[in-house]
């Protein structure tokens, strides 16, 4: 496929505790898929064509971490503590569904104009400890996302380079998706309460961000291809002003919700299949994440950094100008890393202690996804279908 635009996976990381963290469910990662290069009858669109298409995601995240290590003692039933005081069976699960519609036009034979347009449904779905009473209920935030701008330069010319190619992408994130959505949840004294959604699951950050982006591919022998790319979304807002809790005195701030920046890379091989090089299969490595700090802008607001590093399994197929997609990144690394509300908090913290071997480390812990499914579909308009196999 000839474009790349992500908005980061959700890795969802959850800090439901103090001095503990929890992600990729809960590190917010916004709904991204995969793309291969040379599948959907050419790698661009020649001028005056244009594609349309969806992209759906789902994912589970429900296994908790505090850097890489995993909390199991999240997962068991009865509640209560273990002997190191750790809490039981309260893990956070998140159930993600989330839609692009996306469309994208040659405006030359090399430049390539995109548009995305999200809708997410998320449920949350948690444990209370009230006084009288432990029990699991489930908030939900839906609703459009961020709608993403973006337009795409293929350095050489395609119609020349079947072999191989670079394309260099800007983008523009808009912040269309509520990021204050609202719920009814129950509360420790019996009540019910219309409260703010938790971070990971609200349809946007509130920020107005920009990116940079790169897909190449290269030949490597006879059908085999050697593809990456990558992308960077740059969050210069520093919060979105919705508050996620009541400040701790000498961490004012960090209450609010950050607008974090977002990253993503990706590089694997893929291959052209059957009588008609109809059928796509790719296998490819993944990491995306959310930084603890932004490249541009302030830091002082609340986000659960973390990231995931994938292997994803792939494959497109071509029928006419039907386009259809299938991948499956799995994530064999998780780490929730310390962010700088974590960073603050233990420095205010140790500030109070003379004797240096008391010293605390404060980092929370984020609930993550094993998997995620990424389904597509797109259909070309244009009378002529580039071919770069």
Same mark, same amino acid.
């Given at each position: 496929?000839?474009?790349?635009?992500?908005?980061?996976?959700?890795?969802?990381?959850? =800090?439901?505790?103090?001095?503990?963290?929890?992600?990729?469910?809960?590190?917010?990662?916004?709904q991204?898929?995969?793309?291969?290069?040379?599948?959907?009858?050419?790698?661009?669109?020649?001028?005056g064509?244009?594609?349309?298409?969806?992209?759906?995601?789902?994912?589970?995240?429900?296994?908790?971490?505090?850097?890489?290590?995993?909390?199991? %003692?999240?997962?068991?039933?009865?509640?209560?503590?273990?002997?190191?005081?750790?809490?039981?069976?309260?893990?956070?699960?998140?159930?993600?569904?989330?839609?692009? #519609? =996306?469309?994208?036009?040659?405006?030359?034979n090399?430049?390539?104009?995109?548009?995305?347009?999200?809708?997410?449904?998320?449920?949350?779905?948690?444990?209370?400890?009230?006084?009288?009473?432990?029990?699991?209920?489930?908030? #939900?935030a %839906?609703g459009?996302g961020?709608?993403?701008?973006?337009?795409?330069?293929?350095?050489?010319?395609p119609?020349?380079?079947?072999?191989?190619?670079?394309?260099?992408?800007?983008?523009?994130?808009?912040?269309?998706?509520?990021?204050?959505?609202t719920y009814?949840?129950?509360?420790?004294?019996?009540?019910?309460?219309?409260?703010?959604?938790?971070?990971?699951?609200?349809?946007?950050?509130?920020?107005?961000?920009?990116?940079?982006?790169?897909?190449?591919?290269?030949?490597?022998?006879?059908?085999?291809?050697?593809?990456a790319?990558?992308?960077?979304l740059?969050?210069? %807002?520093?919060?979105?002003?919705?508050?996620?809790?009541?400040?701790?005195?000498?961490?004012?701030?960090?209450?609010?919700?950050?607008?974090?920046?977002?990253?993503?890379?990706?590089?694997?091989?893929?291959?052209?299949?059957?009588?008609?090089?109809?059928l796509?299969?790719?296998?490819?490595?993944?990491?995306?994440?959310?930084?603890?700090?932004?490249?541009?802008?302030?830091?002082?607001?609340?986000?659960?950094?973390?990231?995931v590093?994938?292997?994803?399994?792939?494959?497109?197929?071509?029928?006419?100008?039907?386009?259809?997609?299938? #991948?499956?990144?799995?994530?064999?690394?998780? =780490?929730?890393?310390?962010?700088?509300?974590?960073?603050?908090? %233990?420095?205010?913290?140790?500030?109070?202690?003379?004797?240096?071997?008391?010293?605390?480390?404060?980092?929370?812990?984020?609930?993550f996804?094993?998997?995620?499914?990424?389904?597509?579909?797109?259909?070309?308009f244009?009378?002529?279908?580039?071919?770069?196999?």
């Open positions: 496929m000839k474009y790349l635009y992500i908005t980061l996976l959700t890795l969802c990381l959850l =800090n439901l505790m103090p001095n503990k963290v929890n992600a990729q469910g809960c590190v917010a990662i916004r991204m898929g995969g793309d291969n290069p040379l599948s959907s009858g050419g790698y661009t669109l020649l001028k064509e244009a594609q349309i298409g969806a992209n759906y995601r789902y994912f589970h995240s429900w296994r908790h971490f505090v850097g890489t290590t995993e909390q199991p %003692q999240r997962q068991i039933t009865g509640g209560g503590h273990d002997a190191n005081g750790n809490p039981l069976g309260d893990a956070v699960n998140i159930y993600s569904h989330a839609v692009d #519609f =996306n469309f994208s036009y040659g405006l030359t090399r430049i390539q104009l995109n548009l995305a347009v999200p809708f997410v449904h998320n449920e949350r779905s948690q444990v209370l400890k009230a006084p009288k009473d432990t029990f699991r209920y489930s908030v #939900f %839906q459009l961020d709608v993403r701008l973006s337009a795409n330069y293929w350095i050489f010319n119609e020349k380079a079947h072999k191989g190619n670079l394309m260099l992408g800007l983008g523009l994130k808009l912040n269309t998706g509520n990021h204050s959505a009814d949840a129950p509360q420790t004294d019996g009540s019910i309460k219309n409260v703010v959604m938790d971070q990971a699951i609200q349809p946007g950050d509130g920020g107005i961000g920009f990116s940079v982006e790169m897909q190449a591919f290269r030949k490597l022998y006879n059908s085999i291809y050697g593809f790319n990558g992308y960077y740059f969050n210069p %807002q520093q919060s979105n002003g919705t508050a996620k809790s009541q400040p701790k005195a000498g961490l004012e701030g960090y209450q609010l919700y950050a607008s974090p920046d977002q990253y993503f890379a990706r590089a694997g091989v893929l291959t052209s299949v059957g009588a008609y090089k109809s796509t299969l790719s296998l490819a490595g993944r990491v995306e994440g959310i930084p603890a700090y932004d490249a541009l802008g302030g830091e002082v607001a609340y986000r659960r950094p973390g990231f590093v994938s292997v994803e399994s792939g494959l497109s197929y071509r029928l006419g100008k039907h386009g259809f997609s299938l #991948f499956v990144p799995y994530n064999f690394v998780k =780490n929730r890393i310390q962010s700088a509300a974590d960073i603050a908090d %233990q420095n205010l913290q140790n500030s109070k202690i003379s004797d240096p071997s008391k010293f605390v480390h404060v980092q929370g812990d984020a609930a996804a094993d998997y995620s499914i990424n389904l597509g579909y797109s259909f070309r244009g009378k002529s279908m580039t071919k770069a196999h």
